[in-house]
Each structure stands twice: as structure tokens, then as C-alpha cells.
């Protein structure tokens, strides 16, 4: 293209765009806005040629592309997410350690079985019961138990140190159940009928025997005692012992095996211990305590808190005395130099703080 050409458009262009610029836009009217007509991207890409011409960018016959679109209104954005109910934090999965620790706690489970002291059975009958479930213990399970005769002597000669103690918070059986490092407390609770048919002798016993974790009270389920209809040719009296006997065997190894699977199922978080710190009066060092405590277990939850005494429950998959350790080394990060161990029972420490 020659220079007078390239001139002669340059001149047209210009032309083209004054008149642009000096004829006035319409006016709005109230309409509703409409899409563009069809000629409105024809006329745009004229004017964007006619620029082309004018600074020399692109040639005449070159396409340019038109001006992009205004981008759409930005969308709603999203509700958030409702803090009043947070999701659950889901447990952290145990390490092969505590896997092992794990099995091998529930496979050494230890029991005290005992029977419901408000229901009206016979002590005679009672005391069967209990020894019946004991023997089942020690002869197929290789068990330790408290026996009957222990447990009534304890429940006397311990009733003023469990005042003193617990103050009334926990059962008697359940304190003398952690004294005895019970981890599964077995309360048994049945009715027998009987009845003379034909000069012979028939009973039937029918209850539960309801489970419950020792170091926090809590029901883990229970297993029903059904007896099989028992016979004795010779008295009543030796009927109804073999059905509240055979009741009892019947029943125990389905206690043994249930108190293993609902246990494992609320140990998630770890086996509890409960530990109670005297003399408190400053909350700083209890809670710089009980950070340092988190450190060495898997979980640590402060129950309750005053300058007398504070309560917390440590989870974890170890033995009792590594939580007594692990108690004076954190006591040493708060501050607390002189605590001390005041006393035990089973799965619950008193410490005082030393101040």
C-alpha cells in the first residue's frame, strides 16, 4: 500500500470517528435493558479497524477482536458452615503399641462380682450366685476374685475411709471394686419360681447379671440369666439351687466375652484414669500442669476446677504407675515441686499438690 493510500484512509478514519463522537448517545428510556442488536458487533469492529488505521497497529483487513464482555455479577457467595454444631473430631488410630497394650488388657480383665443388695434375693442364695460366677472366674478364665465373705468384711471395715474419700460420690461396691483393682464390675440380680408337681420338685431361676466399668460407673450392657427348668427328686430346696446354679455358669462366659467387646469399644480414647489434685489455689499452674500432662498421654480432660481440689481424667494406653510419673514431671514444669502421692484405688490417684 502506498504512502498516499495509507494517508488518504488515515484522513477517512479520523473523519468517521468525529462524526462518531459528535453524535449524542440516545437517551434512556424505561424499558428493561435488552440484549445488543445484531449490528452492534458489526459497528464495534469498524471502529476498532478505523483505531488500527489511526495508530498503525493492524491493517485495514486484519480482524480485531472486539472488546471483551463485562464479566457477569460475581455469585452469591456460599453460607458458611454452621459453627453451632462443629463435626466431630474423629479419634486418631492407635499406634502398634497401644494395639498391643489394648489386647492385652482386655485379655487379663479383672472382675468382682457381687449381687444387687436393693433387690429382694435370699442371701443364701446370694451368696451361691456370687460363688458360683467366682468359681467360673478361677477355674475357666484363671482369674483372681474377690470373694463373697471379703467383700461383706470390706463393706464394713472400709465404710468410714470411703466417706472420707469420695464423700459419698461413688457406690460403696464400687469404691471397694477399685480397691480390689476390679476393671469390670458384675452385679448379679435374678427371682427364682418353683413349684411341687406329682410328689417332685421343679424351679427356674430368671434375672441379669449387668456390667459395669469400674473406673467410671458407667452400665457397659448386661446378659440375661435363663436357667433351664431344674429337677430334684429329693426337696425344693435343692432344686432351686441347681437353677440358680445352673443359671449363673450358663451365663458367665457370655458376660466374659460381651464385657471384653464393649469395653474395647469404649476405650477408644484410651483406658481413664482419674486423677484428684489437692490444694490448688492457683488455676495458671493447673493448667500449665495439665498441657505438660497432655505431652505424654493420648488425651487429658479437666472435669472440674477450684482452689480446694481439681479433677482431671487422663485416657491413655499404659500402666498405672507411668501415669504417676508422668504426673511428677509435669508437676516439676508447673511449679509444683512437692507433690505427692496421697493415695490410690485402682484406676484413681489423690495427689496434693504440696503448697
Keep these: 500500500m502506498s504512502k498516499s493510500t495509507s494517508a488518504a484512509l488515515a484522513l477517512a478514519a479520523l473523519a468517521f470517528l468525529a462524526s462518531c463522537a459528535s453524535s449524542p448517545a440516545p437517551a434512556p428510556t424505561a424499558a428493561p435493558a435488552q440484549s445488543a442488536p445484531a449490528a452492534a458487533p458489526k459497528d464495534n469492529a469498524a471502529k476498532s479497524r478505523a483505531?488500527?488505521?489511526?495508530?498503525?497497529?493492524?491493517?485495514a483487513g486484519q480482524a480485531v477482536a472486539p472488546p471483551a464482555a463485562a464479566p457477569a455479577s460475581p455469585a452469591a457467595p456460599a453460607a458458611p458452615a454452621s459453627v453451632d454444631q462443629p463435626a466431630p473430631v474423629a479419634t486418631a488410630p492407635l499406634t502398634p503399641e497401644e494395639q498391643a497394650y489394648l489386647?492385652?488388657?482386655?485379655?487379663r480383665l479383672n472382675y468382682m462380682v457381687y449381687y444387687n443388695a436393693d433387690a429382694k434375693i435370699d442371701a443364701k442364695l446370694a451368696k451361691m450366685a456370687v460363688t458360683q460366677a467366682n468359681r467360673y472366674l478361677i477355674e475357666k478364665l484363671g482369674r483372681s476374685v474377690v470373694d463373697f465373705d471379703q467383700i461383706e468384711k470390706n463393706k464394713a471395715d472400709q465404710r468410714s475411709a470411703y466417706e472420707s474419700e469420695t464423700g459419698g460420690s461413688i457406690s460403696l461396691i464400687q469404691y471397694i471394686a477399685q480397691k480390689q483393682n476390679a476393671d469390670v464390675y458384675v452385679e448379679l440380680d435374678f427371682t427364682v419360681a418353683s413349684e411341687t408337681r406329682d410328689g417332685k420338685y421343679y424351679a427356674s431361676a430368671?434375672?441379669?447379671?449387668?456390667?459395669?466399668?469400674?473406673?467410671?460407673?458407667?452400665?457397659?450392657?448386661?446378659?440375661?440369666?435363663?436357667?433351664?427348668?431344674?429337677?430334684?427328686?429329693?426337696?425344693?430346696?435343692?432344686?432351686?439351687?441347681?437353677?440358680?446354679?445352673?443359671?449363673?455358669?450358663?451365663?458367665?462366659?457370655?458376660?466374659a466375652e460381651q464385657s471384653k467387646e464393649l469395653l474395647k469399644g469404649s476405650l477408644g480414647r484410651g483406658v481413664r484414669y482419674e486423677i484428684i489434685l489437692q490444694k490448688t489455689p492457683d488455676s495458671r499452674q493447673v493448667s500449665q500442669l495439665r498441657r505438660a500432662l497432655a505431652k505424654k498421654m493420648r488425651e487429658v480432660e479437666q472435669a472440674s476446677y477450684s482452689p480446694d481440689e481439681t479433677r482431671l481424667?487422663?485416657?491413655?494406653?499404659?500402666?498405672?504407675?507411668?501415669?504417676?510419673?508422668?504426673?511428677?514431671?509435669?508437676?516439676?514444669s508447673a511449679g509444683l515441686n512437692d507433690l505427692n502421692l496421697v493415695y490410690s484405688r485402682g484406676k484413681s490417684y489423690t495427689f496434693n499438690s504440696g503448697l
Design 51 to 59: 483505531m488500527a488505521l489511526v495508530q498503525g497497529g493492524a491493517d
Design 206 to 255: 430368671m434375672g441379669s447379671m449387668k456390667l459395669f466399668d469400674t473406673s467410671t460407673a458407667s452400665l457397659l450392657g448386661s446378659v440375661a440369666l435363663i436357667s433351664q427348668p431344674a429337677f430334684s427328686p429329693s426337696s425344693l430346696e435343692a432344686a432351686v439351687n441347681n437353677a440358680v446354679l445352673g443359671s449363673v455358669w450358663v451365663a458367665m462366659p457370655k458376660m
Design 313 to 332: 481424667y487422663v485416657y491413655t494406653f499404659q500402666k498405672g504407675d507411668k501415669v504417676e510419673d508422668a504426673m511428677y514431671d509435669a508437676a516439676s
Design 103 to 107: 489386647e492385652n488388657y482386655l485379655a
